[in-house]
């Protein structure tokens, strides 16, 4: 039977996360911002990092290896910096506390970066880096990754994650310019969409511990993930590892805790996040104004052949984003069925 | 006749480059300056961004397109940010005094970013992200390359460039961690290369206004460069060239000025450099003790048949740096000749 979607309206979706966190015992504010970010992945068209995780995250919270009410401590402080203890809550809560703080801190001092440890998953990296955008502010966000993927270049040992890096430009009259990249050529979950789906790798995706192409994901667990433009990539995974794990005290190499497979032990996920005030620079407005010309100029320019149109990052998002708004998010019926049965074990409403 | 390299000691470049610079009017303070900056590219093995240069930048000084002993001026600051009006003065003297301003507003607030405009090509982005690592700081360093050589992702008009980042990470034991990579899968510093020495391009390097491979660097003219990891890398030049030109009201797009090609045209060269100040995150001997540990991790682990060694960012440039202080920098005997051809027209002692 063909997995039909269901349209969702994105404010059921939102009440039914809300729900399933209060059963575990989340109190109604954290509730409702955490649906609130997770349903928003949904919305911008993140679907491996919206309301698929929220089984993972339900039993995470039930084996004891995540707090949901966790206290958040500023461990140390400066002007322009902090670094917060997240005490093992929700990723989403702690980098929305942590980017709330950016963007007041950069609001005085022009810009600031606050690093997050004992933080676990927050979603799809693009969140955080919106926040400031939405306030005439760059926001840049940064992960580790919640499974290591991939080896140093020549390497066969899984030392290093997807390591993600988002960054979002606001403008006046288009969508902001959003990138969110994986440091890797393919995100694992498009590696479990092709298993699912019965499809063949391209070359490029990935190799075997022998440095063969592996193009059958259902041997993915033989091998790893290869990094963009090779030792480049493998490059920026390792240094925004650093940045995001080591220099915040948070996990990093074979600290990792790969949280697919292991939902007891505290994973110490590491990210951190700028905010860059637009107005330390430059007019906000003339800033907008120049992001519009800059779409114009490059949608506008000559294509090569076999192309339809040039994209700009966060193009595609804000698609998602109003189609979904209008229509409801599409969540195919096997997840449907998976939410549902979480809902009868919580002993909540279904969606 | 081969071109046979000559030794060069450092201390004998830094002087003739000192010298060239003087003659054209330059300070003393910064002549030495400017000169220490560029060996330091050739004594690093950053053979394309040193003194091969110097042809290049004294003949847009002679040509009026470079003002040797330019003001800067702060056009505007805050706690922890600044934006640099370099005066239309050599790129690494602004970006100098751009990253001495951000390490010394970092030691107070943590964290600091400073933009500069109507500067100039600064050479390699690793000397910049190097200081702060100097002086138990991360170093962060982003420029709009100084030509355009790549189109929008499936466009066929060059409205971007290769704009490099680099970020340096010290530890105690080991050299520290620098990356300088450009967003695209070669340099175009690469292509030349190929070109002099007869050689083909591997695919995946350039694509023809057809989109097919081009690997005859002789037809480079007819193409372009490819980002790495496809959409990926063309989002990151995208947004590097956003926020280290846009931002800084520097050049852009369609403003950027090829100074290869025009020597009298004001480049408005836009960079930025992020100095993050160590302490206010982490014990700075911990910090760098948990870097050596990730060399020893890294170094350590197994490998694919057919490497020798797993390598860390920053590891080649610290061993070619000792070999080059030991035992001087080759300079092939074609760029030699045209060094000193120059030093006669500027009625200086050659190399």
């Given amino acids: 039977m063909p997995d039909f979607p269901a349209l969702t309206p994105h404010d059921d979706l939102r009440a039914f996360i809300a729900r399933c966190f209060r059963s575990c015992g989340m109190t109604e504010t954290n509730a409702e911002q955490a649906a609130g970010l997770m349903a928003r ?36 402080e400066r002007a322009a910096t902090a670094l917060i203890d997240g005490g093992n809550g929700l990723g989403h809560l ?20 606050v690093g997050a440890r004992h933080s676990n998953h927050a979603g799809p990296a693009s969140l955080y880096a919106a926040m400031p955008a939405e306030e005439d502010m760059i926001g840049i966000y940064v992960a580790v990754g919640s499974a290591n993927h991939m080896p140093p270049w020549g390497g066969t040992e899984m030392l290093l994650s997807t390591n993600p890096i988002s960054i979002a430009l606001p403008s006046t009259n288009n969508p902001p310019i959003i990138l969110d990249m994986a440091t890797t050529v393919a995100a ?22 022998n440095g063969q192409p592996l193009t059958d994901p259902n041997r993915a667990s033989e091998g790893f993930l290869l990094p963009i433009g090779g030792p480049k ?12 794990g080591t220099l915040n005290g948070a996990a ?22 700028i905010a860059l005030d637009i ?4 007019d906000p407005a003339q800033f907008k104004s120049d992001i519009d010309k800059i779409w114009q100029e490059m ?7 076999g192309f339809d149109s040039i994209r700009l990052p966060g193009e595609r998002l804000a698609q998602v984003t109003q189609e979904r708004s209008e229509h409801g998010i599409p969540l195919p019926a096997t997840l449907l069925a998976v939410l549902n049965t979480l809902a009868q074990d919580l002993g909540v409403a279904p969606l």
Same sequence: chains 1, 2.
Avoid: C
């Fill in 41 to 76: 992945a949904d919305l911008i068209g993140q679907d491996g990092h919206g309301v698929f995780r929220l089984p993972q995250y339900i039993r995470r919270i039930q084996a004891g290896g995540l707090d949901v009410n966790a206290q958040f401590r500023t461990v140390e």
């Fill in 94 to 113: 702690v980098m929305n506390h942590a980017t709330q703080l950016a963007m007041e801190k950069a609001r005085t001092t022009g810009v600031a970066w």
């Fill in 188 to 209: 694992y979950g498009k590696v479990k969409t092709a298993a699912q789906r019965g499809e063949t790798m391209p070359e490029g995706w990935m190799i075997d511990k």
């Fill in 233 to 244: 990539g493998y490059g920026l995974s390792l240094i925004f590892g650093i940045l995001a």
């Fill in 252 to 273: 990093f190499g074979r600290e990792v805790v790969d949280f697919n497979a292991d939902s007891e032990t505290t994973t110490n996920t590491g990210h951190f996040v």
């Fill in 279 to 282: 107005k330390a620079f430059a």
């Fill in 299 to 305: 949608k506008s320019s000559p294509r090569l052949p």
